[in-house]
């Protein structure tokens, strides 16, 4: 009932609904997180801080909101006390694939690509495929100049998701940090052909910086790109960027 009124937008509504689902059973996760969801979304974190350790209280190893706990403290700048909830979630919960990447995703942007790689290949067999380990491993691989591997883990992600552009630019990405220029082109002009408007300009910057550092080639690349997407905003930012250096 409660998730019927928030989707309705009767958040007065739904907000009693969930409160009486916590009275009658303290620590309930569903109620506790979703007003949790409702403090942040009133800049009240103190609130929110409140209903998660209710959980917790019940259900110390509750995953999702052990993750939503260390989103908090790295919402309030505790980077440290969120590392530590990311851990715990971690190590309380060995088959769950959710924090482990969630980890790695938080080393990664701590600058400790290293640490995420091991994080990220210490997830369970059974995951090995799912979409998300992969682009978190190979952003990691290629954080971590472990070229090779970035390139065996985005390929295997686009097998995964063909029909990602994401993907195809992340696996371009991998190729141009290894020279190989021809595939990158094509993975990328892969990516613009599904959604020609998720590209960004430093993507395409990403892969005209993999090229030899002559000019000539640079805007030839360019060039080749506008033959395709002649009036794409983003390969007319890169022209205007090349043209400038």
Do not use: C
């Not at 052990?66 to 590392?83: T, V, W």
């Amino acid at each position: 009932l409660a998730i019927a009124h928030a989707g309705k937008g009767e958040s007065g509504k739904a907000r009693a609904a969930f409160e009486e689902a916590l009275q009658k059973e303290p620590g309930n996760p569903s109620a506790a997180i979703n007003l949790a969801s409702m403090a942040l979304n009133e800049d009240d974190p103190d609130t929110a801080r409140g209903y998660y350790e209710q959980v917790l209280a019940q259900h110390p190893d509750h995953a999702e909101t052990l993750l939503r706990m260390a989103s908090l403290e790295s919402r309030e700048g505790n980077q440290a006390a969120a590392r530590a909830r990311l851990q715990e979630a971690v190590e309380k919960n060995p088959g769950a694939l959710q924090p482990q990447v969630a980890l790695g995703r938080f080393q990664l942007q701590a600058g400790e690509p290293l640490q995420a790689v091991e994080t990220l290949r210490g997830a369970p067999e059974r995951y090995a495929g799912h979409p998300a380990l992969l682009a978190v491993l190979g952003e990691a691989q290629l954080a971590a100049s472990e070229t090779a591997n970035a390139v065996t883990t985005l390929e295997r992600l686009v097998e995964t998701q063909p029909a990602s552009a994401q993907a195809h630019y992340r696996l371009a990405s991998a190729y141009g940090a290894g020279r190989n220029i021809a595939d990158a082109k094509r993975e990328l002009l892969a990516g613009m052909r599904i959604d020609p408007d998720d590209v960004t300009a430093s993507w395409l910057m990403t892969m005209v910086s993999s090229l030899q550092s002559e000019m000539e080639a640079k805007n030839a690349w360019v060039e080749e790109l506008k033959g395709s997407y002649p009036e794409h905003p983003q390969v007319l930012d890169l022209e205007a960027q090349l043209a400038l250096k």
